[in-house]
């Protein structure tokens, strides 16, 4: 189950630069100042979308004045969050001052797991109050997340300027924010494209017709909408 959620989630990232484009050219703005919060809007509807009809669950928490998607897939028995590659890097600078609340409360789950760094104290904390973060984070998940434990993972992504995925990683942290381990996803969920240019055959046998996806058909039917009532408004005016 594991690979297809990771192959999901890529999929889903994928998407953002299409859905950004396409929201840009509805709505034109001299400046940008909400792209970063956008795309993660863009994202966390695609997974849930992506995942709503796999064994797998995706919900919205409120963190803070911040909006994120959690994702328990009870097959695996994990609990999964997003965040990108340069954002964990900071954070593992220095865990005890960067690591942010939602992050010790969800690490957690992996009390079991061991240290990643044995030769530092343990950090003492208020484990009452991280518990009761960690309900809140997961309230809104249908499925008990209690009725096992489950261990937390960190899927990390980084992107070039255009939002394709340049990196793509899955992390696990101790219960102190440490490291414990990194796997590179990216060769496993990217799709494979082949550099072989396809001969043309002496044949009449009718070739596929290429369907669009859903998303892109209502995206081309609502500019055709846009355009028909910039023409009906540019004739109004005529008359």
């Known amino acids: ?15 953002v630069s299409e859905d950004y484009q396409s929201f840009e050219s509805k709505i034109i703005t001299k400046t940008h100042n909400s792209k970063p919060g956008l795309r993660w809007d863009f994202i966390n509807t695609n997974i849930i979308e992506k ?8 919900a919205v928490t409120q963190r803070g004045f ?14 999964f969050t997003l965040m990108r590659k340069n954002r964990l890097d900071s954070i593992l600078v220095n865990p005890e001052k960067n690591a942010p609340v939602y992050l010790r409360a969800l690490t957690m789950l992996n009390e079991d797991l061991g240290l990643g760094t ?19 984070l997961c309230q809104n998940l249908t499925s008990s997340f209690s009725e ?4 937390y993972k960190i899927i990390t992504f980084d992107t070039d300027s255009n939002f394709r995925i340049t990196d793509f990683r899955l992390n696990v942290l101790d219960y102190t924010c440490y490291r414990l381990s990194e796997e590179n996803l990216l060769n496993s969920v990217k799709p494979v494209y082949s550099n072989e240019i396809p001969q043309a055959e002496n044949t009449t046998t009718q070739q596929p017709v290429l369907k669009l996806k859903k998303k892109a058909e209502d995206r081309i039917a609502g500019q055709e909408k ?6 009906e408004s540019q004739y109004s005016k005529e008359a």
Do not use: G, H, R, Y
């Open 66 to 79: 911040w909006e994120m998607v959690i994702i328990l897939s009870k097959e695996d028995n994990c609990i």
């Open 118 to 136: 044995p030769e530092l104290f343990e950090i003492e904390t208020d484990k009452n109050d991280l518990v009761f973060v960690l309900n809140k």
């Open 226 to 231: 846009i355009e028909l009532k910039d023409i």
């Open 1 to 15: 189950m594991s690979q297809l959620l990771f192959q999901n989630v890529f999929a889903a990232l994928s998407e």
């Open 148 to 151: 096992q434990k489950q261990i």
């Open 51 to 58: 995942l709503e009809n796999l064994n797998i669950e995706a």
